[in-house]
């Protein structure tokens, strides 16, 4: 298949969702994620990061801890549920390019902060979050040769946010960036399992479409990218999940 090099830029710019377990076809070595050159892990330290600091609670906007409604209904889900566990490893199926298809796993190397490397066969590509109780902000996205030890604490405080992931309120029409909120309650059928209660996501611009799907406890279960060209076939190129991999 003629490769277009637009798409692929728009591949590896959506296509979510970790160190991959082969880079080039060879066996490539977990990186040790604690970030902190064997010292112990923050997630090690009680009630604490590496700096010392009380990790954040479940605060509401005036600081104030939220709890279950007292009438018994539970509240929304944490923003943490919608990436998969610490070193969960993922497969996606891809159809319609060769870059489709997805080798993707998931480090939590600090409480509120994740580290994800997505290999699509050409390229590996990491991802640094930064996780909040109402969204999920995108530190880092970007290309790198090798699987590499998560940054340290103090390094991630630092970075800049570059965009948001994910944001609620989970409202069909709700905006965050150039996404907005297409469906609440979607059913997604997947190699790996039939979901239910998506959340869908949509990024239109003058000649694409890019949709995610959210499904709480799994993340990011599926993508797609449609190409329209006047005069010609329109293009679409999913990744789907087809195998989920938890500790």
């Known amino acids: 298949m003629k490769r277009s090099p637009l798409l692929f830029f728009l591949l590896i710019s959506l296509l979510v969702v970790s160190a991959c377990s082969k880079l080039n076809g060879e066996d490539v070595t977990a990186p040790d994620n ?9 997630l090690d330290k009680k009630d604490s ?10 605060l509401d906007n005036d600081g104030v801890e939220e709890l279950d409604d007292p009438k018994g209904e539970i509240k929304d889900p944490a923003m943490l549920d919608y990436l998969l566990p610490d070193s969960s490893k993922s497969h996606y199926e891809g159809t319609g390019n060769e870059y489709a298809e997805l080798d993707v796993q998931v480090y939590h190397p600090y409480e509120n902060y994740i580290m ?3 290999n699509n066969g050409a390229a590996l590509l990491r991802k640094l979050y930064k996780v909040e109780q ?14 590499e030890n998560a940054p340290s604490v103090e ?3 630092k970075m800049e946010v570059t965009g948001v992931y994910l944001q609620k309120p989970f409202e069909k029409g709700a905006t965050f960036g150039k996404w907005t909120i297409v469906d609440t309650d979607a059913t997604v ?3 790996y399992e039939k979901f239910e209660h998506a959340i869908v996501i949509e990024e239109k611009g003058e000649n694409y479409t890019n949709r995610k799907y959210f499904v709480e406890g799994f993340g990011e279960v599926k993508r797609e990218s449609m190409m329209t060209k006047k005069g010609e076939k329109d293009m679409l190129v999913t990744s789907e999940m087809e195998s989920v991999t938890q500790p």
């Open 34 to 42: 604690s970030g902190n050159s064997g010292q112990q892990s923050p």
């Open 49 to 58: 990061d590496a700096g010392g600091e009380i990790k954040d609670k479940d």
């Open 116 to 118: 994800i490397y997505e």
């Open 134 to 147: 109402d969204r999920i902000l995108i530190l880092e996205e970007k290309h790198v040769d090798v699987e």
């Open 155 to 157: 390094t991630l405080k």
């Open 189 to 191: 059928d997947t190699p």
